[in-house]
Structure formats: C-alpha cells, structure tokens
Antibody, heavy 119, light 112 residues
C-alpha cells in the first residue's frame, strides 16, 4: 500500500524552529516529486514547497522563502521540512504528498501533522 | 501568480441529483504538451484531501465514474452525475502549471 506518514508537528514559540518528517512506504520514493501543502485552521489548502526526485530542484511559496527548507533522503525514503523563524501565520496542518512529475497531481496525501506557533 | 476562482462557495445537493462546480484560472493552464495542468481534490470532513481528477479531465484511479472533469485553458468544471451521501466535503481545484502552485478557495458540498 502506498503510504505517506508525517511527524514532527508540535507547539512552538514565535521565532522558533521545527523539523517535519514524512516517511514513504509502498512505492519507489526516488521516482517521484514530493511536496508539502498546509492548511490553516478552518481555511483552504496552500502549497508550501516541492522537491524533484534527486533533490536538484526545489520550489517554495514566497511566504516561506528564506525560512523553510525542503529536503529528502532517498536512501531513507523520507521527506523533510526544516522550518525556522516561525510565525503565528505558519500555524497549520502540514501534509506531504507525492506527484508523478513536475506539474503533476498530488496522490496520495499523508494524514497531516499539526504545527502550532504561539507564545 | 495564477489565481484560481471557484464557484459556488457552498452547494447544497439532493442525493441522486447532479451537481457542478466551476473553476476559473487567471491564466491558461494549457501546457505545450497539450494537457491542462488542473486537478480536482475532495477533502471529506476530518480527512486528508484526495485526488479526483488530474490533467483536467482524467479520473484518478479508484474514483467512481459519477465524477467527471471537463474544460480547457482557463475554464474548468467538475460534475457529479448523481450525488451520494459520501460525496460531502470541500472540493478544491489546483493548478500545477507553474509555481507557486495555487488552489481555489474551495466549494463546500453538503446534503440538503
């Protein structure tokens, strides 16, 4: 079964850091783009970042550029999101998802991990 | 950035009846390869989103055939031929032609 499982969400103070992980099973992880999408409480979906199969290309939404870093370890079948200088507006459920190619659809999605930025 | 606009925001439906959701993009989503880089997702209450339609009109694996996607360029439609109770939730369109990838604001489908 193709599965993505996020972890690492937590309560963190403004200005703090957090690292999210996404463990992939059931498919050849190195063959897919993978992405992070977030959803603030009661709000819609927002794309955050995507990374190419070999990690050579990375893209970010403007609001996280310079603060967040997406990375992957194909040997460990894992995706990461290092989040620094966190702000209250980063509070959201963070989902990881895979895409078959650049510009492809997201399928499947993980169950999400909640990041709360508050003092 | 490409702006995605969905309508309606809310859609009360009667089981067994058809339903339709519109999605418009501020720029053409037609790639040079002939495909529209537009996907539809359903987020059921308390669940993660799931893909329904990819490349504008292709039903994803396992998606019931009552769901269909149509349109091209900047104007797209998701249709449900006969709504079932399990179809309630929020539907999102998303463009994947260029970064930043952007979603529509969502359409909440609920049973009357």
């Amino acid at each position: 079964e193709v599965q993505l499982v996020e972890s690492g969400g937590n309560l963190v103070q403004p200005g703090g850091s957090l690292r999210l992980s996404c463990a992939a099973t059931g498919f050849t992880f190195s063959g897919y783009w993978v992405t992070w999408v977030r959803q603030a409480p009661g709000k819609g979906l927002e794309w955050v970042a995507s990374i190419k199969q070999d990690g050579s290309e990375k893209y970010y939404v403007d609001s996280v550029k310079g603060r967040f870093t997406i990375s992957r370890d194909n040997a460990k079948n894992s995706l990461y999101l290092q989040m620094n200088s966190l702000r209250a507006e980063d509070t959201a459920v963070y989902y990881c998802a895979r895409a078959p190619f650049e510009g492809g659809w997201f399928d499947p999605w993980g169950q999400g991990t909640l990041v709360t930025v508050s003092s | 950035d490409i702006v995605m606009t969905q309508s309606p925001l809310s859609l009360p439906v009667t089981p067994g009846e058809p339903a339709s959701i519109s999605c418009r993009s501020s720029q053409s989503l037609l790639h040079s390869n002939g495909h529209n880089y537009l996907a539809w997702y359903l987020q059921r209450p308390g669940q993660s989103p799931q893909v329904l339609i990819c490349l504008g009109s292709n039903r994803a694996s396992g998606v019931p055939d009552r769901f269909s996607g149509s349109g091209s360029d900047t104007d797209f439609t998701l249709k449900i031929s006969r709504v079932e109770a399990e179809d309630v939730g929020v539907y999102y369109c998303m463009q994947a032609l260029q970064t930043p990838l952007t979603f529509g604001g969502g359409t909440k489908v609920e049973i009357k």
